[in-house]
């Protein structure tokens, strides 16, 4: 668990994991981001069985991320987000299911928003120029549920059965201890996003095949880390371009960094008659364009 500036919630998270461990011989890391809030000293003081990690710098999620996984010496890693709270019977769900899935090496499950409806951000297909002419020209959002054109987000499944994906979401990912390893764990030219969906990427040329179980869910209060959306904005687009170098074709790779300029085009014009709030934001993205296409 990476904590930046999370207190409470990432209490809470620890709190409701710690408290489905029952009998299971399970290490608790938390890589404390530098953060400002007092969560190192909290959480140190609520819960002095879990290793506490305080970084004099925020490392970023892959980086912290890293660096908490050298500590482990378990056959599974999980990545838990500090903004979550596991629901009760969370880790028996993942146990039957490696149970009956004992192939499986890469695992994610159901995301719920606090008021109890369906988070559908827990896995992803990959990113393709389809999906990234749906999403510059409005598609993706116009419509949804639409397995065609949202087809990253697999618009139309309501993640209530098992399915093999591209990519399992960092915010709740099981993966093997010896795939990790293999991968190097997350690259750590990311800093924040991007780095989850690389990581599945390279695991399935190894052979992995991520999946999600239904059974297996947290609810998971989004970005609360990142509350200056154009700050979250960028680095998201950052991240997306330099996962159209890594794992885009050649010849590909032009047309979706071309795509990413059109999105962020197209936001930043439709802002212009939205809220105040947008405008800034979409302006601050667009305006910061020629940085985030370079990617990391």
Not at 81 to 87: G, K, M, V
Not at 92 to 101: C, L
């Amino acid at each position: 668990m990476v904590s930046y500036n999370t207190r409470e919630l990432t209490l809470r998270a620890l709190e409701t994991l710690l408290a489905e461990i029952g009998d299971r011989s399970i290490q608790v890391i938390v890589v404390d981001n530098a953060s400002s809030d007092g969560s190192a000293q909290a959480i140190a003081s609520a819960f002095p069985e879990v290793t506490l990690i305080e970084s004099e710098t925020n490392l970023g999620f892959a980086k912290a991320n890293n660096l908490a996984a050298e500590s482990v010496v378990g056959e599974w890693l999980l990545l838990l987000n500090p903004d979550t709270e596991t629901r009760p019977g969370m880790l028996d769900a993942f146990d039957a299911f490696v149970s009956a899935h004992p192939e499986r090496g890469i695992i994610g499950g159901r995301t719920f928003y606090p008021d109890g409806s369906l988070n559908p951000y827990s896995c992803a297909r990959r990113m393709t120029v389809w999906s990234l002419l749906c999403a510059a020209f409005g598609l993706s959002r116009a419509f949804p549920g639409s397995s065609i054109f949202n087809p990253e987000q697999m618009g139309g499944w309501a993640r209530n059965s098992v399915k093999e994906v591209d990519i399992v979401i960092g915010c709740l990912c099981f993966i093997r201890a010896d795939i990790w390893a293999r991968l190097g764990g997350f690259d750590k030219a990311f800093f924040m996003y991007g780095e989850d969906a690389d990581l599945c990427l390279r695991a399935r040329e190894l052979g992995a095949r991520p999946i999600i179980s239904p059974d297996i869910c947290i609810v998971h209060h989004v970005g609360a880390s990142t509350p200056v959306r154009s700050d979250k904005l960028i680095d998201l687009m950052r991240a997306k371009a330099t996962l159209v170098t890594r794992h885009f074709s050649p010849a590909t790779r032009p047309l979706g960094k071309l795509l990413l300029w059109a999105w962020a085009f197209n936001r930043y014009l439709a802002s212009r008659v939205g809220a105040a709030e947008d405008r800034d934001v979409w302006a601050e993205v667009w305006a910061s364009r020629a940085d985030w296409l370079k990617g990391y």
